[in-house]
Each structure stands twice: as C-alpha cells, then as structure tokens.
C-alpha cells in the first residue's frame, strides 16, 4: 500500500520560499511508470495542480503556467522522496498543499487519477 | 486550460435518497482509440486529502460502496449516489486526467436535508 507523508513549516513570510517534502513508502520515486506531483486547494483557487516530477530513463518536470517562474520540484531518491520549493511567495500563496502520486499509461491506456494523496500541509504566508 | 464545471454548488439530500451531481468540461475527455473517458471523481471530507471514488467516469475504486455510480461521456459527466448515508456527506469533485494541465472542478457540498 502507497503512503505518502508530507512534512514543512506551516508559516512562511512573504518574499520567502515555501519549502515541503513528501516521503514515500510503497513505491519509489524513480518508477518509470507513476509521476509525483503537487497539489494546492484554497477558497479562492480550488483545487489546482502545480507541477511534478517523473523518471523516464532521465528525470522530467512539468510545472503550472501560474506558477512556473517560482516552482521547482525535486526528487531525493536516497530518501525516497520528492519536495516542492516555491519562491517569492505572497499571500496569495496560502494554501492546504498536497502530494500526490499518478501512475502514467500503458500503451495508449492511461491511469492518470491521483491516489493516492498526502496528509496535507496548510501553509500560511503571513509577516 | 480545461475548465470543469460542477452542478450544483450544492445540494441537501434526504437519507436514503438519491444525489446526483453533474460536471462539464469544455473539451471532450474521451480518449476515440480505447474508448475511455478520463474522467474521476473524488470525494473530500473535513481535515481529509480528496479519496478517489471513481475513475474513467465509470469504474469504481476498489473498495468504494456500489451505491455510488459514475455516468457520461465526452463532456457532460454524472456521480449518483443511489440512496445517501451520513457518511457521505462531503465535497464532491470531478477532474479530468486527459489533459495537462490536470483540472478540478469547483466541487460540489453534499449535505444531509
């Protein structure tokens, strides 16, 4: 059974990078067959994808249009795990943030839902 | 982006009674070569990440009450639950898997009348 655990400071201050991980556990981080993403949720926003990370032979990372120019998404394979920095965050920013896995296709089949997710981590930017 | 619109925002439903929430989206998510709508829903309860219900518009989760029930193709989707328990009070979300970026649905409350 997959499990994902989120861990990262709950308060950031604006201008500053919001930092999180998620360690992983029944699964690897360098599958070739899943991807590793990150999810927000806000009143304002809803649910929103933000980005992920995949091996593929090498490593791939696809990011949100909104969110391109501060995101980077890493993964740790001597831990097992993946982690989210985002830079120059504001207000705008708080949010609950997730992570979660994808599994990717088979062929022309595709097994692209989220499951399953992190705990998650509310994350305030506030000074 | 694609954009995926639920309906109701809300809906109060008696116990024992049938919930039907739709979900739209603005391209067609059905995948011609196989066949497939790539289409799941989620449900989301208080403190809780979002569980997948039902994926390809249709399938259910392993584990997932057979009363609920996913209906649709192309852009208009369906979650029905047949006759609702207590526990299934919650946000309801769609989201579709076909494009990148992955979209939400604004989601969908769930309450007991």
């Known amino acids: 059974q997959v499990q994902l655990q989120q861990s990262g400071p709950g308060l950031v201050k604006p201008s500053q990078t919001l930092s999180l991980t998620c360690a992983i556990s029944?699964?690897?981080?360098?599958?070739?067959?899943?991807?590793w993403n990150w999810i927000r949720q806000s009143p304002s926003r809803g649910l929103e994808w933000l980005g992920r990370t995949y091996y593929r032979s090498k490593w791939y990372n696809d990011y949100a249009v909104s969110v391109r120019s501060r995101i980077t998404i890493n993964p740790d394979t001597s831990k097992n795990q993946f982690s989210l920095q985002l830079n120059s965050v504001t207000p705008e920013d708080s949010a609950m943030y997730y992570c979660?896995?994808?599994?990717?296709?088979?062929?022309?089949?595709?097994?692209?839902?989220?499951?399953?997710w992190g705990q998650g981590t509310l994350v305030t930017v506030t000074s | 982006d694609i954009v995926m619109t639920q309906s109701p925002d809300s809906l109060a439903v008696s116990l024992g009674e049938r919930a039907t929430i739709n979900c739209k989206s603005s391209q067609s998510v059905l995948h011609s070569s196989n066949n497939n709508n790539y289409l799941a829903w989620y449900r989301q309860k208080p403190g809780q990440p979002p569980k997948l219900l039902i994926y390809w518009a249709s399938t259910r989760e392993s584990g997932v009450p057979d009363r609920f029930s996913g209906s649709g193709s192309g852009t208009d989707f369906t979650l029905t639950i047949s006759s609702l328990q207590a526990e299934d009070v919650a946000v309801y979300y769609c989201q579709q898997y076909y494009y990148t970026p992955r979209t939400f649905g604004q989601g969908t409350r769930l309450e007991i009348k």
């Open positions: 029944g699964d690897s981080v360098s599958s070739n067959i899943v991807t």
């Open positions: 979660a896995r994808a599994k990717d296709c088979s062929g022309d089949i595709c097994y692209r839902w989220f499951d399953p």
